[in-house]
């Protein structure tokens, strides 16, 4: 601070210069008037001595105060840098792990995503294939439905959704999603219903051709049985399977055409008796089959698995005595059509010549019996449509259907309806009414021949 002007005086002297000195530290290089030491005014004084005025420093200025408290501002200021940088690394920090777990969210969200994702194409392609087995069952109908002739225009309608739905299931498969599921299952659901209508309305006919085969599975021995209910509803589709023609009780079951196909297995029937050959038949839930080394027929129930009934057939040869061309105790042949439940056998009352009877299904009571012409040994298959017997010449290559025995009219006649044996050797030959087709055993491939029948369709002006 400012501190009053003093006299500095010297010893007397002769006249000389006054020289005055400004006081100064090399500690404070630019030290303003009040900061330091400072020459104001000079003079002598009247007997020659140096007369200076001169301003005294702050007291503190001597000591480093101000450059003390420079440096602790300093010093703070770096202090509460420091400090922020921590804080705001502390956030960063704090926000680098919000981020990584949010990093971790979004991969766990991505991968169910993709699971999500895989799970939805295989739950569609399990549809579609559902929708497409669907379909395969119903291909053997168009054949039949060409034939109709009085309703052609009706029959290519249904001929062409048809080959259009199929176009649309392939599309699927290739790239699933891009029709809605639900639609497409209504739409087969309303050509099922229109095509079980349809052929509700057919009469039964004349066999005009047989053709085929396809071919369902290849499995088994050379020899043995396949089928399904020709009384069952639309939905069920069991099919039921029976290797080789003797020795055996074991019936296994499959709950669609599809895991036929596949193998998959629902369910496995132990029968009471062995049974003899391979034609059996299943009948409004039933299994109707000739007892091993007998004449006798038993009624065999799947939903109890108990026998209903058993019958013997009266006269009827069997164990070899009176099979067909291929042996393999074929001697009494079950079979069903669209009139009922039938037994077609041979009898030495009818020297060896094939006999027809109409059972009824409870109780196997033979309700009335048809004598015919044909050979037992010489015929190589036989099946029943509409009431008629159909039998085959032989069971390789080159068989033809030959006769025919209508019980209606009681009257035969020879023909000529040709068929093709793919795998040369035919142990099974019989009709579904509800399929209208041909099932048969052929060298242990199961296929199916599509059938055309000869009749009138019954529209609602006629009835």
């Given at each position: 601070m400012n501190v009053p002007s003093s006299t500095l005086k010297g010893p007397k002297s002769t006249p000389t210069l006054c020289l005055c000195f400004?006081?100064?530290f090399s500690l404070?290089?630019?030290i303003g008037p009040k900061?330091?030491?400072?020459?104001?005014?000079?003079?002598?004084d009247a007997d020659g001595r140096c007369i200076c005025t001169v301003v005294a420093p702050e007291q503190n200025l001597c000591s480093r105060d101000a450059k003390s408290k420079q440096l602790r501002q300093l010093l703070e200021k770096v202090q509460n840098m420091s400090q922020s940088i921590e804080v705001l690394n502390l956030r960063t920090q704090r926000d680098f792990q919000y981020v990584m777990k949010m990093e971790n969210q979004m991969k766990g969200l991505r991968s169910k995503f993709r699971q999500i994702e895989e799970d939805r194409k295989t739950i569609m392609a399990r549809n579609f294939k559902e929708l497409k087995d669907r379909m395969d069952e119903l291909q053997p109908l168009i054949p039949v439905l060409e034939q109709y002739k009085t309703d052609a225009k009706l029959i290519s309608q249904f001929k062409e959704e048809i080959r259009n739905?199929?176009?649309?299931l392939t599309g699927i498969q290739e790239e699933l999603g891009a029709y809605d599921y639900e639609q497409l299952y209504q739409r087969v659901i309303s050509l099922d219903s229109r095509l079980r209508n349809c052929m509700s309305k057919l009469t039964c006919g004349k066999l005009m051709k047989i053709t085929g085969p396809v071919t369902v599975k290849t499995s088994?021995?050379?020899?043995?049985?396949?089928?399904?209910?020709?009384?069952?509803s639309p939905r069920n589709n069991r099919v039921w399977y029976m290797d080789t023609y003797t020795n055996s009780k074991v019936v296994r079951e499959y709950k669609s055409m599809a895991d036929f196909v596949s193998g998959l297995e629902s369910r496995t029937y132990y029968l009471p008796f062995?049974?003899?050959?391979t034609n059996h038949v299943v009948y409004n839930g039933s299994l109707y089959y000739n007892k091993e080394q007998s004449n006798i027929i038993v009624k065999y129930s799947f939903e109890t698995g108990r026998v209903l009934a058993q019958r013997a057939l009266e006269y009827a040869g069997f164990h070899n005595v009176y099979p067909y061309t291929w042996g393999g105790?074929?001697?009494i042949d079950l079979m069903a059509d669209e009139l009922g439940l039938w037994a077609v056998y041979a009898t030495n009352q009818n020297a060896g010549n094939i006999v027809i009877s109409q059972l009824e299904p409870q109780t196997l009571e033979v309700l009335h019996t048809w004598n015919t012409e044909y050979s037992k040994r010489n015929a190589g298959e036989s099946f029943m449509i509409c009431g008629t017997l159909y039998i085959t010449n032989s069971h390789l290559t080159g068989a033809k259907v030959y006769y025919s025995y209508n019980t209606k009219m009681s009257s035969y006649e020879y023909t000529d309806i040709p068929f093709h044996n793919q795998y040369f050797h035919i142990s099974m030959l019989d009709y579904n009414a509800r399929e209208r087709a041909l099932?048969?055993?052929?060298?242990?491939?199961?296929?199916?021949?599509?059938?055309?029948l000869y009749h009138v369709i019954k529209t609602e002006d006629d009835s």
């Open positions: 400004s006081l100064s404070f290089p630019t900061e330091g030491w400072q020459v104001y005014s000079s003079a002598q739905l199929s176009s649309v088994g021995t050379r020899f043995g049985a396949w089928m399904t209910d020709p009384m069952a062995k049974w003899a050959g105790f074929s001697d099932y048969a055993w052929n060298n242990g491939h199961q296929v199916i021949f599509n059938v055309t």
